[in-house]
């Protein structure tokens, strides 16, 4: 069965409007999770590493007051796009962890398409 | 740093062709080596890996050697079939869960 959990699956909004990806990881808690960012026909590009109960760490060239990250809990992270623009869309994908070394598992992504 | 390549795509087959898609690293000490599937639409999935030097790793009939002397991870399988079509990934990780990707490659089957 699954291991990760990404919601939504897709997304069509107007430009200015805030959107909330969620990330659970149903079989194990996940000390890490990972968001990643991927346009068409290309590979996933990391934008942030994310720890329960610290800050996200974002990749260089990411804004961080763009691409809003809460790891609250072991098994939830959340990646808010704020004041999303037609640039910003995309296909989001997460992973999960057990910990160093460990292979991540990944969600099914989350298609944004900003009008 | 680290890095992948992986040969270009698209790659087109036949149904039972064999298959291979190159990939070499280049790392500064012993990373793990992955191979990923994506599937239209959706996240990856983890295909297979290999954590040392000579370790094959394998599921679903493809396979992959952990080739330290030539830095390479080259992915196989005999038989493909139409459901295999999907962009593969090569992955490398070293010192933690970090995961550098290569290029991605098409690969398209056809009945």
């Known amino acids: 069965g699954a291991v990760v959990s990404q919601h939504p699956s897709w997304v069509i909004c107007k430009s200015g409007t805030s959107v909330k990806i969620e990330c659970r990881s149903l079989?194990?808690?996940?000390?890490?999770m990972f968001w990643y960012r991927q346009f068409p026909k290309q590979s996933l590009m990391l934008m942030a590493t994310?720890?329960?109960?610290?800050?996200?760490?974002?990749e260089q060239g990411v804004e961080k007051d763009k691409f809003l990250i809460n790891h609250a809990s072991l098994t939830l992270s959340t990646l808010t796009v704020t004041s999303a623009h037609p640039e910003d869309s995309s296909f989001y994908i997460c992973?999960?962890?057990?910990?160093?070394?460990?292979?991540?598992?990944f969600g099914d992504g989350t298609r944004l398409s900003i009008l | 740093g680290n890095s992948v390549t992986q040969m270009e795509g698209p790659v087109t087959l036949s149904e039972e062709a064999f298959l291979t898609i190159n990939c070499t690293y280049t790392?500064?000490?012993?990373?793990?080596l992955f191979w990923y599937v994506q599937y239209p639409g959706e996240g990856l999935q983890l295909l297979l890996k290999?954590?040392?030097?000579?370790d094959k790793g394998s599921n679903k009939g493809f396979e992959a050697t952990y080739r330290k002397e030539t830095t390479s991870f080259h992915l196989e399988k005999g038989s493909v079939q139409v459901s295999d079509s999907a962009v593969y990934f090569c992955?490398?990780?070293?010192?933690?869960?970090?995961?550098?990707f290569g290029e991605g490659t098409q690969l398209t089957v056809n009945p």
């Open positions: 992973s999960v962890t057990q910990g160093v070394n460990q292979p991540q598992h």
């Open positions: 079989d194990f808690q996940a000390t890490t």
């Open positions: 994310s720890n329960e109960g610290s800050k996200a760490t974002y």
């Open positions: 790392a500064t000490g012993y990373p793990s």
């Open positions: 290999a954590t040392k030097a000579d």
């Open positions: 992955a490398l990780s070293e010192g933690g869960s970090r995961l550098t």
